[in-house]
């Protein structure tokens, strides 16, 4: 072990604020000690105590303040329905003072092992049992259950919990398992001045000499990882909306930090969440089942909502805007808040019985978001926005050779971490849809309504879903459900085309796997719209199943030859169509002249997919889109045409081939920026590109001259950009660097300011900078994660991978540890930026030798590393292919199959 990881080692036994473990009581006869009583709970507790406890409730009484610990006692209640000892799980502090019964029960201090607490069979009774418990837990910028931070505009300390997905057990002794739901009952002892909410309406507060306690009522049945509170001193903004239909209303509140509550759009936030609520509840037959509904903006939140019932947590700095928002971005907040609010459907109405289904959740939330977002706001094109937010993510990892199923096996909840990502949050709804457009919207609707009635307050999986679904369509579901949900992998769709006298004599859509050897044979049940598409004439869709590995369109023959053909119009089909050559020749010079947004998005997704499968040069990707760029209206897809152009140039091109196409993609993105005649969003897109790429002098004093005015380009320059400048600067080297760092601090103030200071400051391009920032991040235990991620792809810049080079081994070495200590997006976004900074051979190789060297690795970590790999694996070949050929390269499908053009 070298002495980074050495380091890392120490820091790591110091932030899991774990003391040294005694020894378990033994296990029930028949059982496994480690498997029972190890780290995290294994799927083998859950299922012993799935069938050995029923009405399970919480008492808790909590104190705390701004220090670093909390403490508390738990009453726990459940019925003991099959005799045998009783496995709490707790990871906190300390425990003490027991009683179990109504006795006191001095053992309970040495049947903790610092995982779980044993209760032994001899002392539990048929039927209904007490356990009450004093406990400690931590309190922290990270690592713990309850996150602190402080404002830095008013010293104000600001408390919250986040649990998913088992970090219930490290707040309070518990049975952290989703399919035990409980009724909890909290009171909270803050600081005088602080308000607080949780998922129970506040019934009272009890002033007392050390402070305010906060009692909450009883909630409805909850998985311990939707249990939540929040205490600070918020500002809390309030209305009555009726959201169920014809029912009662429902109180509805906003809370923001004191200092932010001017700038929050309390009305127009809360007019947005009761507006989901009544939708949803209209939608699913089923009114919003629980007594309130609070939105909390929370700083410094490590990713963008979660979902606890009653009292929902958003990220505020995606809520409120530092300077004017795109429409993008608007779009976002409110696909945010849809998600979430679905989510109290499904998710907390509706839990999945183990995290294995994690899908049922998140992968119904965003497809619902879209769906609510499509009805409700007509003009916004949502299914374009759903195309463009999750397929390309949701590709990019489907097709490595690290994807899994939809549902993926989970052991022990310790690796729930790893079940995050995009195959549940991007594929899985892409799936919903396909299963929707399959059955029908109607049916879907039914089915859907069929199964939260029939588990309300419960938990299911996924068979049960299409159970009802199929049931509901009059069609069985179990063959697609195996191929959809159990098989990973996806298909890539080639279109081969033959015309004859100017007719169409064949047109034959061709399913492989992205990975075979992962996949196995055969293709995947799909039902897709192809697109016959004319200059001149209608375009023809035509309704297609695809069941095997090649399907003949049959009815497009004899049909007049088209401009180009698209297999997947609507988006309806999850795969990655590769255009026939013919297809792609007119859209490099056409696509600009097709009419419709969401099409036009999708013929530009399926060139790009070409470039990544190495059958399109990247030259000739930047020169179509160089093209079409100046004439694209549509804000979305000329954000994301922007992002890909820089891409292919900076990423996918060879270092002189780069050189020649920068100056005129910089003069590109520049006159965009300053095109007084387009929206704000399409120069905001420019903008933004044009300051990432900004690597020569010229464009570097460019950045300098609109930091020392108040506008850029035009637009009103605010904060964020500010510090993206800054950030650039720092990052190429600039002479000045310091001066303009330290000069933007004292302009910038607040918290987040500080925040994106420490950002900048990670893009230095010296080693002994990087130096510190590497050892900070494990070593500094008041450091909030939220910080970490965000400097994470500034220390990873892509023009000093020869300087971060050396930090990709003690990296991976740490993601054991990432896993165990950080939050549930943390070690997705760790390997993205750290291999993401990279792309050449050398880190490749070093990439794959460290992969050699852990035959040991777990499972689900190798995985991780795959599907991250594979960009990098992409680019050195896409780089191998194309070297400096500019122009040069036939479009067509890599892997040496033939895709017919016309005849």
Do not use: C
């Not at 899908?359 to 499509?374: D, N």
């Amino acid at each position: 072990m070298n002495t980074l990881l050495l380091s890392l080692t120490i820091a790591a036994g110091a932030l899991a604020l774990v003391r040294s473990p005694v020894p378990a009581q033994s296990a029930p006869a028949g059982t496994s000690s480690a498997s029972l009583t190890g780290p995290g709970v294994s799927a083998e507790l859950a299922e012993r105590r799935r069938t050995q406890l029923r009405d399970v409730r919480y008492e808790l009484a909590l104190r705390v303040g701004v220090g670093d610990t909390a403490s508390g006692t738990v009453t726990v209640r459940f019925t003991a329905v099959r005799q045998g000892a009783i496995i709490l799980d707790f990871r906190g502090l300390g425990v003490g003072n027991a009683r179990l019964n109504g006795s006191a029960w001095p053992e309970a201090a040495n049947a903790w092992n610092r995982h779980h607490l044993t209760v032994p069979g001899t002392l539990v009774r048929p039927g209904r049992n007490t356990i009450t418990l004093d406990f400690t837990t931590p309190v922290a910028n990270a690592g713990a259950a309850i996150i602190r931070t402080r404002d830095a505009s008013d010293s104000s300390t600001y408390l919250y919990t986040l649990l998913v997905p088992a970090d219930a057990h490290l707040l309070f002794p518990s049975f952290d398992q989703p399919d035990l739901k409980a009724r909890l009952t909290l009171q909270l002892t803050t600081p005088a001045a602080w308000t607080a909410l949780a998922n129970g309406a506040l019934v009272r507060r009890d002033s007392g000499a050390t402070g305010v306690t906060h009692v909450f009522a009883p909630t409805q049945p909850l998985s311990t990882y939707l249990m939540a509170f929040a205490a600070g001193p918020w500002q809390r903004f309030t209305r009555a909306e009726v959201i169920a239909p014809g029912g009662a209303a429902v109180p509805t509140s906003l809370y923001v930090r004191r200092s932010r509550a001017a700038e929050a759009e309390a009305d127009t936030l809360l007019a947005m969440n009761a507006r989901a609520l009544r939708w949803l509840g209209q939608y699913f037959g089923v009114p919003y089942a629980f007594d309130k509904y609070d939105a909390l903006l929370a700083p410094a939140f490590p990713f963008g909502g979660m979902e606890h019932p009653g009292a929902v947590f958003y990220n505020e700095e995606s809520f409120i805007y530092r300077e004017r928002p795109t429409t993008s971005q608007l779009l976002g907040r409110q696909a945010t808040t849809f998600h979430e609010v679905a989510h109290q459907w499904f998710g907390d109405y509706v839990t999945m019985r183990w995290f294995d289904d994690l899908w049922l959740k998140e992968g119904f939330a965003t497809f619902m978001a879209a769906r609510m977002q499509a009805a409700l706001e007509p003009t916004s094109n949502a299914w374009k926005t759903f195309y463009l937010r999750n397929k390309p993510t949701a590709y990019g990892t489907d097709a490595t050779a690290g994807t899994t199923p939809v549902w993926q096996a989970l052991g022990n909840l310790d690796q729930a971490k790893s079940n995050y990502g995009p195959i549940v949050y991007n594929k899985a709804p892409a799936v919903l849809r396909q299963l929707e457009y399959l059955v029908g919207e109607r049916a879907f609707q039914r089915g859907v309504q069929q199964f939260l009635r029939r588990h309300a307050y419960g938990n299911a999986t996924w068979p049960a879903l299409l159970q009802a679904i199929g049931s509901a369509a009059g069609r069985d579901l179990r063959e697609w459900g195996q191929q959809w949900m159990l098989r990973p992998g996806m298909p890539v769709i080639t279109q081969q085309l033959e015309v004859r006298d100017g007719r169409i004599t064949r047109l034959r859509l061709v399913q492989r796997a992205a990975q075979p050897a992962l996949s196995g044979p055969g293709g995947w049940p799909l039902k897709v719209q192809v697109r016959l598409h004319y200059a001149d004439a209608p375009a023809v869709q035509l309704p297609v199943e695809l069941r095997g590995a090649s399907t003949e369109v049959t009815a497009a023959i004899g049909r007049p030859a088209p401009a180009f053909v698209f297999a997947n119009e609507g988006d309806y089909g999850y795969a990655i169509v590769l255009p026939d050559s013919a297809s792609v020749r007119w859209m490099e010079q056409h696509i600009a002249e097709v009419p419709d947004d969401f099409l036009r998005a999708m013929l530009w997704g399926a060139l790009w997919d070409l470039v990544r499968e190495g059958g399109l040069a990247p030259a000739r990707f930047a020169h179509a889109a160089m093209r079409a760029l100046p004439g694209e209206r549509d804000e979305q897809l000329a954000a994301s045409l922007v992002g890909r152009l820089v891409t292919s140039v900076s990423r996918y091109a060879t270092p002189p081939l780069r050189a020649s196409l920068q100056p005129t993609v910089e003069q590109l993105l520049l006159a965009g920026a300053q095109d007084s005649a387009r929206s704000y969003g399409i120069r905001k897109s420019h903008l933004d590109a044009f300051i990432g790429m900004a690597r020569g002098e010229g464009a570097r004093q460019q950045l300098r001259q609109w930091l020392a005015s108040d506008s850029a380009a035009g637009l009103v320059l605010r904060a964020p950009t500010r510090w993206a400048m800054v950030t650039r600067l720092v990052a190429s080297g600039s002479p000045d660097a310091d001066s303009l760092l330290a000069a933007e601090r004292r302009r910038d103030g607040t918290t987040e300011g500080a925040r994106l200071a420490f950002v900048a400051g990670a893009a230095a391009p010296d080693s002994a900078t990087k130096q510190q920032y590497f050892d900070r991040w494990f070593r500094d235990g008041t450091l909030n994660e939220e910080w970490v991620t965000s400097s994470l792809r500034a220390f990873h810049e892509g023009e000093q991978q020869q300087l971060t080079r050396r930090y990709l081994v003690p990296a991976l070495d740490t993601l054991r540890w990432i896993q165990g200590n950080r939050r549930i997006f943390f070690l997705g976004s760790w390997l993205a930026s750290t291999l993401g900074g990279q792309s050449e051979r050398e880190a490749l190789a070093i990439v794959d030798g460290w992969l050699a060297g852990e035959p040991g690795l777990p499972t689900d970590l190798r995985q991780k590393v795959l599907q991250v790999r594979d960009e990098l694996e992409r680019a050195v070949r896409i780089r191998a292919r194309y070297g400096d050929e500019g122009e040069r390269g036939t479009a067509g499908d890599p892997k040496s199959r033939v895709i017919q053009s016309y005849q």
